[in-house]
């Protein structure tokens, strides 16, 4: 055999092993009978995995929540009422580990390697045995994760309402419900410029009729959010772009969103999730100011909140606790993506929240707020493409909720301990004084205050004690 012909052969066995070894394992996931292909198939997902339970902080136990104690209550709220837990249906059944340089690393025992209907109904019955065990109420979803896109859009809508007649009957008993529905409008080719923005009217026209199943479907299960994320709502270059065009059309899709709301009387809040960029170069929604002035902008103010997304919030240059704050003080608090982003990376990483400072930081600003319920959190957090155990998920699912738990805590205890509050009153305390009431009341002209500087003469200025406002922070974690 020639030198070239081996090489070509061997080449050939390399591929096939790789194909042989990359096929998904197509057992079921009680992992002792024969893999079914029953739309009715109910085996045990989790067989491994017990109801996790709270075991307190001394707990060594990983399966165990330490610090997220579900009926405690803290500020006359139960812990479980504060947060409104929600996993996020794409992240925790539909991830892969998959990456632009590397093919799925997960294949969870259920699944058996189609994108079928009954494919997608054995995803839903895993999705509700996994929230059960974790005692979590609420899920999320996109259109496209929990159900096969179809041929036609008739035919997609037919395959969404079967996998959505079961998660309604897998309700039954239980206060499961979506914490909030939304629509796919970035993964097809048709969205590649966009859906309430693309260049083409018939695709602005799909993305209507998408988003109006997707919000009947919502309401049906008796969601109590809808999200809308435009990942391809912008652009890559200005060059072959009318903004003001697609930024109005924009706001058009947005007016007939509200309208088919209350036609169909879905009292459930719209949410706008902020992104600056990935996989355009540029989002209309950048950040939560953005947002605000948008919604502005075109009369949209009272009909929208926004879910923000700490990890989208470092994209844009600011931290969670700027954004939560921004959309707070604007009143549009509504809804968090609990998750974060890694400061060596720039792009969009999903990981789930642990640092308990930031979660520290985003409670501060949930409890100024009063809470954000219809709203809630929601992890849309993935595991890293390294962890590919079953238990992984529950894992990453316990440490981030006990993480915002800590964080709820210590918010608590910073805020009853009072010195922060203290620093910050003494910062801005000649603002209490009888000028600073005159120019917060808009009695204050220019005039008036010339005369006043003049009295006064070279204002002294204090210290803004960052270092002790951080030391006190720090204190409390």
């Given at each position: 055999?020639?030198?070239?012909?081996?090489?070509?052969?061997l080449?050939?066995?390399?591929a096939?092993?790789?194909?042989?070894?990359?096929?998904?394992?197509?057992?079921?996931?009680?992992?002792?009978?024969?893999?079914?292909?029953?739309?009715?198939?109910?085996?045990d997902?989790?067989?491994?995995?017990?109801k996790?339970?709270?075991?307190?902080?001394?707990?060594?136990n990983?399966?165990?929540?330490?610090?997220?104690?579900?009926?405690?209550?803290?500020?006359?709220?139960?812990?479980?009422?504060?947060f409104?837990?929600?996993v996020?249906?794409?992240?925790?059944?539909r991830?892969?580990?998959g990456?632009?340089?590397g093919?799925?690393?997960?294949?969870?025992p259920?699944?058996?390697?189609?994108?079928?209907?009954?494919?997608?109904?054995?995803?839903?019955?895993?999705?509700?045995?996994?929230?059960?065990?974790?005692g979590?109420?609420?899920?999320?979803?996109?259109?496209?994760d929990?159900?096969?896109?179809?041929?036609t859009?008739?035919?997609?809508?037919?395959?969404?309402?079967?996998?959505?007649?079961l998660?309604?009957?897998l309700?039954?008993?239980?206060?499961?419900r979506?914490?909030?529905?939304?629509?796919?409008?970035f993964?097809?080719p048709?969205?590649m410029?966009?859906?309430?923005?693309?260049?083409?009217v018939?695709?602005?026209a799909?993305?209507?009729?998408?988003?109006?199943k997707?919000?009947?479907?919502?309401?049906?299960?008796?969601?109590?959010?809808y999200?809308?994320?435009?990942?391809?709502?912008?652009?890559q270059?200005?060059?072959?772009?009318?903004?003001?065009?697609?930024?109005?059309?924009?706001?058009?899709?947005?007016?007939?969103?509200?309208?088919?709301?209350k036609?169909?009387?879905?009292?459930?809040?719209?949410?706008?999730?902020?992104?600056?960029?990935e996989?355009?170069?540029?989002?209309?929604?950048?950040?939560?100011?953005?947002?605000?002035?948008?919604?502005?902008k075109?009369?949209?103010?009272?009909?929208?909140?926004?879910?923000?997304?700490?990890?989208?919030?470092?994209?844009?240059g600011?931290?969670?606790?700027?954004?939560?704050?921004?959309?707070r003080?604007?009143?549009?608090?509504?809804?968090?993506?609990a998750?974060?982003g890694?400061?060596?990376t720039?792009?969009?990483?999903?990981?789930?929240?642990?640092?308990?400072?930031e979660?520290?930081?985003?409670?501060?600003?949930?409890?100024?707020n009063?809470?954000?319920?219809?709203?809630?959190?929601?992890?849309d957090?993935?595991l890293?493409?390294?962890?590919?155990?079953?238990?992984?998920?529950?894992?990453?699912?316990?440490?981030?909720m006990?993480?915002?738990?800590?964080?709820?805590?210590?918010?608590?205890?910073?805020?009853?301990?009072?010195?922060?509050?203290e620093?910050?009153?003494?910062?801005y305390?000649?603002?209490?004084?009888?000028?600073?009431?005159q120019?917060?009341?808009?009695?204050?002209?220019?005039?008036?205050?010339?005369?006043?500087?003049?009295?006064?003469?070279e204002?002294?200025?204090?210290?803004?004690k960052?270092?002790l406002?951080?030391?006190i922070?720090?204190?409390a974690?």
């Amino acid at each position: 055999m020639k030198k070239v012909e081996f090489f070509m052969l061997l080449l050939c066995l390399i591929a096939a092993s790789f194909l042989v070894s990359a096929d998904p394992p197509t057992c079921p996931a009680d992992l002792g009978g024969k893999c079914s292909d029953s739309d009715e198939w109910q085996g045990d997902f989790f067989p491994e995995i017990p109801k996790i339970k709270y075991e307190g902080p001394s707990s060594k136990n990983p399966l165990a929540y330490r610090w997220y104690n579900a009926e405690e209550e803290i500020l006359g709220k139960k812990m479980k009422d504060w947060f409104r837990f929600s996993v996020a249906f794409w992240h925790t059944f539909r991830g892969t580990g998959g990456d632009p340089f590397g093919a799925a690393t997960k294949y969870w025992p259920w699944e058996d390697g189609t994108n079928s209907v009954s494919m997608a109904k054995r995803r839903m019955r895993a999705n509700f045995e996994f929230l059960k065990k974790l005692g979590v109420d609420w899920w999320c979803f996109h259109d496209r994760d929990i159900a096969p896109d179809g041929t036609t859009l008739e035919e997609s809508n037919k395959n969404l309402d079967e996998v959505i007649e079961l998660a309604k009957e897998l309700q039954k008993g239980s206060k499961i419900r979506p914490l909030w529905g939304t629509a796919q409008l970035f993964l097809h080719p048709r969205y590649m410029h966009g859906g309430a923005t693309s260049s083409e009217v018939g695709v602005y026209a799909y993305a209507a009729a998408q988003v109006k199943k997707a919000m009947e479907v919502t309401h049906y299960l008796g969601g109590e959010n809808y999200v809308f994320w435009g990942g391809r709502e912008g652009y890559q270059t200005l060059l072959n772009t009318d903004m003001g065009r697609e930024l109005d059309h924009l706001a058009r899709f947005f007016e007939a969103a509200v309208a088919y709301k209350k036609k169909i009387g879905f009292k459930g809040t719209l949410l706008i999730e902020p992104k600056p960029q990935e996989p355009t170069k540029h989002q209309y929604d950048w950040d939560a100011a953005t947002a605000a002035n948008f919604l502005r902008k075109y009369g949209l103010i009272d009909e929208f909140k926004l879910n923000i997304e700490c990890n989208h919030a470092t994209l844009s240059g600011h931290t969670c606790h700027h954004e939560l704050e921004t959309a707070r003080l604007n009143g549009l608090l509504g809804n968090i993506d609990a998750n974060t982003g890694d400061a060596q990376t720039g792009w969009d990483t999903d990981q789930f929240l642990t640092d308990v400072g930031e979660a520290t930081m985003v409670m501060m600003s949930v409890i100024k707020n009063g809470g954000i319920a219809p709203g809630g959190f929601n992890f849309d957090a993935k595991l890293r493409r390294e962890s590919t155990d079953v238990e992984d998920l529950f894992i990453a699912h316990i440490s981030g909720m006990d993480t915002m738990a800590r964080g709820l805590r210590n918010a608590v205890k910073i805020l009853e301990e009072g010195s922060l509050n203290e620093l910050v009153r003494k910062r801005y305390s000649t603002w209490d004084s009888e000028l600073g009431k005159q120019i917060e009341e808009g009695k204050a002209d220019f005039e008036y205050l010339e005369k006043k500087a003049k009295e006064f003469g070279e204002p002294k200025v204090s210290s803004a004690k960052q270092e002790l406002a951080e030391m006190i922070f720090q204190s409390a974690m």
